[in-house]
């Protein structure tokens, strides 16, 4: 099994990532197309993680 790559940065609190979530979508009326739903994938996947990691959980790539 290779090893897993460190992480490329510290990992933000799952509710800092989620409260930009929800900002985000106020913003576009819950509408996500183009950079708006780019922005909310990088966002999704971060909170993933986050939350993940505050669990305790071990995350591998894909």
Known sequence: MPPTPP???PVRPAAV???E???LLAEVGGW???ETRQ???VLRDEW???TAAERGDIVEAA
């Open 32 to 34: 996500l197309y183009g």
């Open 17 to 19: 990532v989620n409260e």
């Open 21 to 23: 979530i929800r900002e």
């Open 39 to 41: 922005r909310y994938e």
């Open 7 to 9: 992480p490329s940065g």
């Open 48 to 50: 993933t993680v986050a």
